[in-house]
Nanobody, 131 residues
Framework: QVQLVESGGGLVQAGGSLRLSCAASGRTFSSYAMGWFRQAPGKEREFVAAISWSGGSTYYAASVKGRFTISRDNAKNILYLQMNSLKPEDTAVYYC????????????????????????WGQGTQVTISS
């Protein structure tokens, strides 16, 4: 079992940066792929980024590629999301998730974008970008 707690959200101006963290408890953190998702009011939860269990593979939604960077520190059981060049449309509650997804093929990466393929979720952290 993995318990996840996000932090680092807040209010920043457009063009600014934030770094989200997701602290995991449990000895099996390093055996899971991890993902970041976000949900804006009135919208469905959407995929942001994923990282393999080793950190060697990453995958991003087109809307954040080149601006966001996902990383993990398995020794500290922490997942990160560095967000740069933030836009008002990035405003949402951001969630981290753990699951047995893979990023090795195009089909597998599609699976990594689906919330149903993740087993554990954090409570979310609010990110608000002002224009």
């Amino acid at each position: 079992q993995v318990q996840l707690v996000e932090s680092g959200g807040g209010l920043v101006q457009a063009g600014g940066s934030l770094r989200l963290s997701c602290a995991a408890s449990g000895r099996t953190f390093s055996s899971y792929a991890m993902g970041w998702f976000r949900q804006a009011p009135g919208k469905e939860r959407e995929f942001v980024a994923a990282i393999s269990w080793s950190g060697g593979s990453t995958y991003y939604a087109a809307s954040v590629k080149g601006r966001f960077t996902i990383s993990r520190d398995n020794a500290k059981n922490i997942l990160y999301l560095q967000m740069n060049s933030l836009k008002p449309e990035d405003t949402a509650v951001y969630y981290c998730a753990a699951g047995s997804v893979r990023l090795t093929t195009a089909l597998a990466r599609m699976g990594a974008t689906a919330p149903r393929n993740y087993d554990y979720w954090g409570q979310g952290t609010q990110v608000t970008i002002s224009s």
